[in-house]
C-alpha cells in the first residue's frame, strides 16, 4: 500500500504544482492523475518513484509512504542512446552504456515468459533488429516487460498511449484493468480513462488564484467529469444568486445612507440627530458585513487552450500537395512497404493506419 500524507511540490521558481495531498493507494487501485498539459502530473509521479530526481529542480515537503514496495516506473519516452542497442541487450542492461554482464544472460528466459505475455513473439530476442526500429507500441510493451521481470508490486506509466495504434490502446487498457497490481498513470486518451481507472486525481493550476489545486475521487472517470460538471454549474448558480441578492441588499443600504446623511446636513434639533448618528453608525457597520456576506465562491478552472484556422484560409481542391512515389519504403535491410503510390490533392484528410511496426511513422 502506497501512502501520501501533506505532500507539497513546488519548482525552485515559486510555481506550486500540488499542495497538501493526502493519497492511499491500494492493490486494487488503478489510478489515473489527470489535468491540462504543464500542471506537473509527471514531476508527481517522479516523485513516487524517486523524489531525488525531482529535488533537482523542485522543493518537496510532506512524506511519501512506499514501505518498501518495489515500484516499476515507465517513462514518457525512452532514452534514445538505448537506440542503436540490439533487442536482447535492452533486457541485459540497466542503462545504455553499460556492458553486459555474462551472469545476466539467463534473464531472458524470464523476458521470453513476459514478452509472450504481452503478445510479442519471443524471438525477437534473437533478432539482429535495435531498439531504433520498433514501432510505439512495440517499445511500450518491451518497457512493460521489462519491469514486469523485476517483479514489482506497484506499476507507474506516464503517457503511455503515446505512439500507439488502436490495437496496442486495446492491449494497454485490457492489461490495466486484468493487472494484479496497483497501477497508477497519467494519461489525456478519454477512452483508456472511461476503461481502466477507478480513482482519479485532477491536478490543476489555476492562473487567477496563483495556486495549484487538485480533486480526488474514488470512481470512474465518466462518473468524476459528470460530477464536476454539476458541481461547476451549481457553483456558479448560487454564486449568481448571492451576487444579485449581495447588489439589491447593497443598493438599498446606500440608499438609506443618503437619506440619513441628507438628514444629518439639514436637521438641527441635537436629540434628532443623536438618532441619525446612531443609525449612521448602524449603516456603516452592515457595509463592513456585507463585504464578506456571500458564502459561495466561484469556482476557478482551468480552461484548456484551442486553436483554429481561419475558414478562408483554404486549398483549392485540385492543387496537389504531395505526390509520393517510392519502389520500397524500408529501415536498413527490412523492406516495409513496396509501391508506395499517393497523391494529396487540395484539403484532403489522409489517416495512414496500420498495426504496429509496419512502417506508418516511417
Known amino acids: 500500500m502506497l501512502e501520501i500524507k501533506d505532500l507539497t511540490i513546488e519548482t525552485t521558481n515559486g510555481k506550486s504544482l500540488i499542495s497538501d495531498l493526502d493519497l492511499v493507494v491500494n492493490n486494487e487501485d488503478r489510478m489515473a492523475i489527470i489535468g491540462e498539459e504543464g500542471n506537473g502530473k509527471s514531476t508527481l509521479l517522479k516523485a513516487i518513484y524517486n523524489s531525488k530526481e525531482v529535488e533537482?529542480?523542485?522543493?518537496?515537503?510532506?512524506?511519501?509512504?512506499?514501505?518498501?514496495?518495489?515500484?516499476?516506473?515507465?517513462?514518457?519516452?525512452?532514452?534514445?542512446?538505448?537506440?542503436?542497442?540490439?533487442?536482447?541487450?535492452?533486457?541485459?542492461?540497466?542503462?545504455?552504456?553499460?556492458?553486459?554482464?555474462?551472469?545476466?544472460?539467463?534473464?531472458?528466459?524470464?523476458v521470453a515468459k513476459q514478452l509472450s505475455k504481452l503478445g510479442v513473439a519471443p524471438e525477437i530476442l534473437e533478432t539482429e533488429r535495435t531498439i531504433g526500429t520498433l514501432s510505439g507500441g512495440e517499445k511500450v510493451k518491451i518497457q512493460i516487460a521489462k519491469l514486469l521481470t523485476h517483479n514489482p508490486d506497484i506499476l507507474l506509466l506516464d503517457e503511455p498511449t503515446n505512439d500507439l495504434d488502436i490495437e496496442t490502446?486495446?492491449?494497454?487498457?485490457?492489461?490495466?484493468?486484468?493487472?494484479?497490481?496497483?497501477?497508477?498513470?497519467?494519461?489525456?486518451?478519454?477512452?483508456?480513462?472511461?476503461?481502466?481507472?477507478?480513482?482519479?486525481?485532477?491536478?490543476?493550476?489555476v492562473k487567477t488564484q496563483k495556486k495549484a489545486r487538485h480533486t480526488v475521487q474514488r470512481g470512474d472517470y465518466q462518473t468524476y467529469v459528470q460530477n464536476r460538471a454539476r458541481e461547476i454549474e451549481k457553483r456558479e448558480q448560487d454564486y449568481g444568486r448571492e451576487k444579485r441578492e449581495y447588489l439589491e441588499a447593497k443598493h438599498k443600504l446606500s440608499h438609506r445612507k443618503s437619506i440619513v446623511r441628507s438628514a444629518q446636513i439639514r436637521i438641527k434639533?441635537?436629540?434628532?440627530?443623536?438618532?441619525?448618528?446612531?443609525?449612521?453608525?448602524?449603516?456603516?457597520?452592515?457595509?463592513?458585513?456585507?463585504?464578506?456576506?456571500?458564502?459561495?465562491?466561484?469556482?476557478?478552472?482551468?480552461?484548456?487552450?484551442?486553436?483554429?484556422?481561419?475558414?478562408?484560409?483554404?486549398?483549392?481542391?485540385?492543387?496537389?500537395?504531395?505526390?509520393?512515389?517510392?519502389?520500397?519504403?524500408k529501415i536498413g535491410d527490412r523492406v516495409l512497404a513496396k509501391n508506395v503510390e499517393l497523391d494529396v490533392y487540395g484539403p484532403s484528410k489522409v489517416g495512414i493506419i496500420g498495426t504496429n511496426g509496419v512502417g506508418k511513422t516511417t
Open 269 to 329: 434639533d441635537s436629540a434628532v440627530r443623536r438618532r441619525l448618528n446612531k443609525e449612521m453608525h448602524v449603516i456603516k457597520a452592515r457595509e463592513k458585513m456585507m463585504e464578506g456576506w456571500r458564502q459561495t465562491e466561484k469556482l476557478e478552472t482551468e480552461d484548456p487552450i484551442y486553436f483554429s484556422f481561419d475558414k478562408e484560409s483554404s486549398i483549392p481542391n485540385g492543387k496537389k500537395i504531395i505526390e509520393l512515389d517510392l519502389d520500397e519504403l
Open 169 to 205: 490502446l486495446e492491449w494497454l487498457e485490457d492489461f490495466i484493468v486484468n493487472s494484479n497490481i496497483p497501477i497508477i498513470f497519467v494519461s489525456h486518451d478519454e477512452t483508456l480513462l472511461e476503461g481502466t481507472a477507478n480513482l482519479i486525481l485532477h491536478m490543476e493550476y
Open 56 to 110: 533537482k529542480y523542485c522543493y518537496i515537503s510532506g512524506e511519501i509512504s512506499k514501505n518498501n514496495l518495489i515500484i516499476g516506473y515507465l517513462e514518457q519516452s525512452l532514452n534514445p542512446n538505448w537506440n542503436d542497442k540490439y533487442i536482447y541487450e535492452y533486457f541485459l542492461k540497466d542503462f545504455p552504456e553499460e556492458e553486459v554482464e555474462y551472469e545476466r544472460y539467463e534473464r531472458l528466459n524470464d
